[in-house]
């Protein structure tokens, strides 16, 4: 009978043979299969039904360590160069030598983790008379029995441990510093290193080898080799002189030394001035020792060697000399040779006969002696005779034939060469976008003669080569006919010699300013206005310009009205009558005049007009100006104006809605924002403030013409005066009126 719970088919055991019968699962196991992604053949894999075979092993498959997410990469290129390097060694019995009962040979283990390889090399010993080298060439190696049938893995090594391969036992003694990372990573607890034993063989050896080079054998070593190998390419340079008794009226022989540190050898050239007369030769003497007591007498052949024998004694014994050395070096001949020690700045030395002495040394030579031998005196020698002085150069005067520089140029050589201009002021100060470089002032003579006082000029100082033009205004009926007055050129200054040898000084930038008095071949001129761009030129450059630097006229006027303060107070008080706080630009030339009593010129009171006045907007109108950029941005199909706003926004680090102008073209540089240099800069100076700020957030929404269209238009105005036009005579400050508190309040302080 069966149970109930007992599927179908009865299930009998032999107990006596171990044999399952009427089991449900006779599927074969699959030996074939794949293994990092690599086909193999699987020959652990149990019988059929999953029962283990005869032998076989149940393989625990849990881990502590979580499984891995994703495909892994196959072990040859997981572990690809990454292999395990293990100190090792093994002894070795000896019975065909009575010296030696035994032998340690080290060696090194490789294990490669790509693919379960070993290797063992053992290192090359000099006069071993061993085959060293590969001892076990790379392959799978086997356990030992009983276990033969698998294969070494990493788990099997450890420090201190003993391992046993084809026979031979191997004692692991210390592993390198990724070995013992890569172990203690994959959970195996390492042992303390072991201590390398010596060979006892390979010992006697080296105690024999260090008594057979004693210092009193004849063959003793002279070793130079760590000379060479710490001071090679380190040579210590001087400067010499050698008076040559044969050349008794010439200056003295110039030679450079050169001491070469890595074998103590000294070589000198000679320096040979132009048309010296002399042969070029390599070499004033030869590279090599040089002798301190040379020339003598020259020595027979074997005089001079290293060590000396006496005689010889007795038969060859084993481990015993066969000569007898002089340790005394009673017959040896001493010879002393020039060391780094005995050079040194001023001191002479002997060149095989010829006396040099040494005067001078470069930088290397200097640190070297500074701190090998703690000398900090470097004073050259002095050995020439100083040249006499040279003769003044007279230049004779000017004849009047040419210009002043080509005259110069034809005493300064024999080949007449043409003056040199100033390229660097040229390139830098001409005209360049909306900047001319061209400071335009308006002119009237100084004369007597009724005609010529109401004559207007226009004076152009061209900053690129300081030159000057002038050109007259064309009035109707005047009976003058206008036009280019004076050519371009560069003008003297009156009251100089004409025919002289200093060269003369000509008229430059900064003695051209509102209010000055100028003479132009014999003409008179008095300035008496300039153009808006000259304006601003010399207010951006109040270095150069002194009339238009703002402290230091407000520093002028502070000292001359600082004790005058309720005075002056009181006066623009009776001046604006209505309490405007602002007066008009007549009264307040009148009161700086009156209080100056002449110590301003006009261009000093202008200045000030312009700091603290209102400005009439004379200038191109914003929205023309909008609208044509307006219409180039259509044209091109730019609409990047929220990138823009983002780029803005991400500099802006203070979240102010400023940024300086020069950021602000840079930005739309990088945008390349399709607007010609020239208009571009000037709508960002229009959006500006005082401080060179620029409210990006209102200039770019200006310029967007999707949302905000500027209409061009063009007002009607009357049309102006011919005399007034741009182009023809510059206009006054556009100054309307003065802020007089701003004035008072830094004059003497704000008022209680």
């Keep these: 009978m069966r149970a109930q719970d007992e599927p179908f088919g009865i299930r009998v055991r032999d107990e006596l043979f171990g044999i399952r019968i009427g089991g449900q699962n006779f599927h074969r196991s699959q030996i074939c299969g794949y293994s990092n992604n690599v086909r193999r053949l699987f020959e652990d894999k149990p019988g059929i039904g999953g029962e283990l075979l005869p032998g076989q092993t149940m393989k625990i498959t849990s881990s502590v360590f979580p499984e891995a997410v994703g495909s892994s990469p196959p072990s040859w290129i997981a572990f690809d160069k990454q292999v395990l390097c293990f100190d090792a060694y093994f002894e070795e019995e000896v019975p065909e030598k009575h010296q030696e009962l035994y032998r340690i040979r ?13 290797q063992v090399t053992e290192p090359v010993v000099k006069d071993s008379g061993l085959n060293q080298g590969t001892l076990l060439r790379r392959g799978l190696v086997p356990l030992p029995p009983p276990h033969e049938d698998q294969f070494y893995t990493m788990y099997h090594f450890n420090i201190n441990t003993e391992i046993t391969l084809y026979g031979r036992k191997y004692k692991i003694i210390d592993c390198d510093l990724y070995t013992k990372n890569f172990l203690r990573k994959i959970g195996i607890r ?68 050169r001491y070469y540190l890595s074998d103590d050898t000294i070589d000198i050239r000679e320096i040979l001035p132009p048309n010296s007369g002399r042969d070029v030769v390599p070499f004033f003497l030869k590279r090599d020792k040089l002798p301190k007591n040379a020339p003598t007498a020259p020595y027979h052949p074997g005089t001079i060697t290293n060590y000396t024998l006496l005689n010889v004694l007795g038969k060859p014994e084993r481990n015993k000399g066969y000569y007898l050395r002089d340790v005394l070096q009673t017959g040896a001949v001493h010879q002393e040779f020039y060391k780094d020690s005995d050079l040194k700045i001023g001191a002479i030395i002997n060149v095989w006969g010829r006396q040099i002495l040494l005067c001078d040394c470069d930088e290397f030579t200097k640190e070297h002696y500074r701190k090998k031998f703690g000398i900090v005196d470097f004073t050259p020698v002095e050995y020439k005779t100083p040249p006499p002085p040279k003769p003044e150069k007279i230049i004779p005067p000017y004849n009047g034939f040419g210009s002043e520089e080509d005259s110069l140029s034809s005493c300064k050589g024999v080949v007449v060469q043409a003056p040199h201009k100033d390229y660097r002021q040229f390139l830098v100060k001409d005209r360049y976008g909306m900047d001319s470089f061209v400071l335009r002032y308006a002119a009237k003579l100084i004369t007597d003669i009724a005609v010529d006082k109401d004559r207007k000029f226009i004076i152009s100082y061209f900053l690129s080569d300081d030159t000057i033009s002038v050109f007259e205004y064309a009035e109707r009926n005047s009976g003058i006919a206008g036009g280019k007055f004076l050519e371009r050129s560069r003008i003297k200054k009156p009251g100089q010699e004409l025919f002289k040898s200093e060269p003369s000084e000509y008229y430059q930038a900064q003695d051209l300013f509102v209010g000055a008095r100028v003479c132009f071949h014999g003409h008179n001129f008095l300035l008496v206005d300039a153009d808006e761009y000259t304006f ?21 006027l502070k000292s001359m009205t600082e004790s005058h303060a309720k005075e002056i107070r009181k006066t623009f008080a009776i001046t604006d009558p209505e309490h405007t706080n602002v007066i008009g630009y007549d009264s307040f030339r009148n009161w700086i005049v009156s209080v100056a009593g002449g110590g301003f010129s006009e261009h000093e009171i202008m200045t000030l007009g312009r700091h603290y006045g209102i400005r009439d907007d004379s200038q191109t109108d914003l929205l023309l100006l909008l609208s044509m950029a307006q219409e180039k941005l259509k044209k091109n199909a730019f609409e990047n104006f929220e990138q823009l706003i983002t780029v803005f926004l991400y500099k802006d680090r203070e979240k102010c809605g400023l940024l300086p102008n020069e950021t602000c073209r840079t930005i739309f540089k990088s945008f390349k924002l399709p607007l010609p240099d020239d208009l571009l800069e000037t709508l960002l100076a229009r959006f500006e403030d005082n401080q060179k700020q620029v409210d990006y957030k209102k200039f770019v929404h200006a310029l967007n013409w999707r949302e905000n269209q500027v209409r061009a238009f063009v007002e009607e105005k009357e049309q102006p005066k011919r005399e007034d036009i741009w182009n023809q005579l510059p206009r006054s400050p556009p100054v309307s009126g003065v802020r007089y508190p701003p004035l008072l309040d830094d004059l003497f302080g704000k008022e209680e």
């Design 106 to 118: 080290h060696c090194k283990i490789y294990f490669f983790l790509e693919d379960d390889t070993i």
């Design 190 to 257: 390492l042992n303390p290193p072991a201590r390398r034993p010596d060979d006892p063989y390979t010992t006697e050896r080296q105690k024999r080898y260090l008594e057979s080079t004693n210092p009193f054998h004849p063959y003793e070593r002279f070793d130079t080799l760590k000379q060479f190998l710490e001071f090679d390419g380190q040579v210590l340079g001087f400067s010499c002189v050698w008076n040559d008794p044969e050349l008794k009226l010439s200056d003295p022989r110039e030679l450079v030394l």
């Design 536 to 556: 601003n030129y010399m207010e951006k450059n109040a270095n150069e310009f002194p009339m238009a630097d703002i402290c230091a006229v407000f520093n002028k």
